[in-house]
């Protein structure tokens, strides 16, 4: 816009007044050639992988240790495997989506394992009690404050809850 400002100034200076296409013609090229530099960049900064997120991978020894999330939620991981639950919830034994909550919280102990959801690594914890389902806690956050998450009810619009290692 400060070229074309300047053409035009140009054109009043002179006196030659500028065509149509002297004006919007170097307008376009400029527009044209921004674009390509913006999404060429775009492109290569997420192919290289500065834009876009990764999920934190961590080990089973990491992943060992207490993770809490709301209304006194607690999940305790224990190195040989061992899971303890205060509070918190896992799949219903329904898979009803509809219901109210999507979940059932639960109290007990039962055991964990690492494994895959979709495209990202999940703590799977299985109880020992017949309350709720596996459930699979998803792992987010960063590599400095990991969380795990789990998504209940509806996949569109579901009730999310997170745990934060406390």
């Given at each position: 816009m400060l070229?074309l400002g300047h053409?035009?100034?140009?054109?009043?200076?002179?006196?030659r007044?500028q065509?149509?296409?002297?004006?919007?013609?170097p307008?376009?090229?400029?527009?044209?050639t921004l674009?390509?530099l913006?999404?060429?960049?775009?492109?290569l900064?997420?192919?290289?992988?500065?834009v876009?997120?990764?999920a934190?991978?961590?080990?089973?020894?990491?992943?060992?240790?207490?993770?809490?999330?709301?209304?006194g939620a607690?999940?305790r991981l224990?190195p040989?495997?061992?899971?303890?639950?205060t509070k918190?919830p896992?799949?219903s034994?329904s898979?009803?989506?509809?219901?109210?909550?999507?979940?059932?919280?639960?109290?007990?102990?039962?055991n964990w394992?690492?494994?895959?959801?979709?495209?990202?690594?999940?703590?799977?914890?299985?109880?020992d009690?017949?309350c709720?389902?596996q459930?699979?806690?998803?792992?987010?956050?960063?590599?400095?404050?990991?969380?795990l998450?789990?998504q209940?009810?509806?996949?569109?619009?579901?009730?999310?809850?997170i745990?934060?290692?406390?």
């Amino acid at each position: 816009m400060l070229g074309l400002g300047h053409l035009r100034r140009r054109a009043r200076v002179t006196g030659r007044p500028q065509g149509f296409w002297a004006v919007w013609l170097p307008s376009l090229f400029a527009s044209v050639t921004l674009f390509l530099l913006v999404f060429v960049g775009g492109v290569l900064a997420t192919v290289v992988g500065l834009v876009g997120y990764q999920a934190p991978v961590l080990s089973a020894g990491q992943l060992t240790g207490v993770w809490r999330g709301a209304d006194g939620a607690a999940l305790r991981l224990d190195p040989g495997g061992k899971a303890e639950l205060t509070k918190l919830p896992t799949e219903s034994e329904s898979g009803d989506w509809f219901t109210n909550p999507p979940y059932a919280v639960c109290e007990g102990t039962g055991n964990w394992s690492t494994g895959r959801t979709g495209d990202r690594d999940a703590v799977v914890v299985r109880l020992d009690s017949g309350c709720g389902r596996q459930t699979y806690w998803k792992i987010g956050g960063t590599e400095g404050a990991p969380e795990l998450f789990a998504q209940f009810g509806d996949p569109d619009a579901g009730e999310v809850w997170i745990l934060v290692r406390g």
